[in-house]
């Protein structure tokens, strides 16, 4: 894919206070039009988006991505509930002084979407979601199971577990995403912290719980992104948002996991750029 030069490894880290927060981010990209931001999945950083990703991506609109409260490089405590991560992602986006933006939202970040399309509906133009459930989500009761079998592995290992199929194909391309985020070799994130990932680990199985919102509410246009054997998140939740969400798209992609755009990068670059582009 032609790229422009790699953005998401020379974009240095920059820090802004908010209400007594230090947040870490990366601003960068085409500047004219309406940016998307990224919200992570769990324990996820800046490092953590795939550069062909975010590279591509740029190359038509501005990116920003940033570490919530308590990741990474940001300071403060973590929220142990996607409500108030999403409080605070506003009031990081405001203080960059973002009126309207378009929402990248995976795993987590994609529960932090839909709260967004909720409550802060004016703000958000574009909805894309990738990898993630809706409220009730059953399959969550297991995610501590899922991550305790996940701990037993190297680290090169569970990014494979959790994120690519068994066959050897999604292993593959596993491994070659896997080299593309240490492509950035300076000014890399900290890992996050023990503490943050115990109160991420909680709302993500409380939201498997909650009940707080409809997503019928939500008007924008989404795009909803999924693997063919997503066992985070259940492949099938995906279709209920994509049945529950009036102006949605839903596109699976084969014999992947929880990380099926990191397995096919390209395709969805290109079906990202096209919907940010043309639909309406």
């Known amino acids: ?13 920059q820090y802004i206070i908010v209400n007594g927060t230090t947040y870490a981010y990366r601003r960068f990209g085409n ?10 999945h769990f324990t996820g950083t800046l490092d953590n988006w795939d550069p062909v990703i975010i590279n591509g991506l740029a190359e038509h609109r501005e990116i920003i991505i940033f570490d919530n409260k308590g990741i990474g490089n940001s300071d403060g405590e973590t929220p142990d509930n996607v409500l108030d991560m999403t409080k605070d992602a506003i009031e ?11 929402v990248l939202g995976f795993s987590l970040g994609g529960f932090i979407a839909q709260y967004l399309g909720v409550h802060y509906s004016e703000m958000v133009r574009k909805i894309i979601m990738v990898g993630t459930a809706p409220q009730g989500a059953k399959v969550l009761e297991g995610f501590y199971d899922l ?19 068994k066959s050897e194909n999604s292993r593959s391309k596993g491994r070659e995403a896997l080299q593309r985020l240490f492509e950035r070799s300076e000014d890399r994130d900290k890992d996050t912290a023990e503490k943050a990932v115990v109160a991420q680990a909680k709302a993500i199985t409380g ?16 795009l909803i992104i999924q693997g063919s054997n997503d066992e985070m998140m259940d492949s099938d939740t995906s279709y209920e948002l994509f049945k529950t969400i009036p102006n949605a ?15 096919y990068p390209e395709i969805f670059v290109q079906q ?3 919907f940010l582009d043309k639909f309406e």
């Open 1 to 13: 894919m032609k790229t422009l030069i790699n953005l998401a490894a020379k974009t240095p880290t």
């Open 249 to 263: 798209i839903l596109s699976y992609y084969p014999d992947s996991a929880h990380g099926s755009f990191f397995q």
């Open 147 to 165: 991550i305790a079998r996940g701990s037993q592995l190297s680290p090169a290992e569970l990014f494979l577990y959790i994120f690519f199929t």
């Open 207 to 222: 939201w498997g719980v909650t009940s707080d919102i409809d997503v019928a509410e939500i008007k924008h246009p989404v």
């Open 272 to 274: 990202a750029n096209d």
């Open 31 to 40: 500047k004219t039009g309406i940016p998307v931001i990224g919200f992570q």
């Open 92 to 102: 990081f986006i405001k203080a960059l002084g973002v009126e309207k933006f378009d």
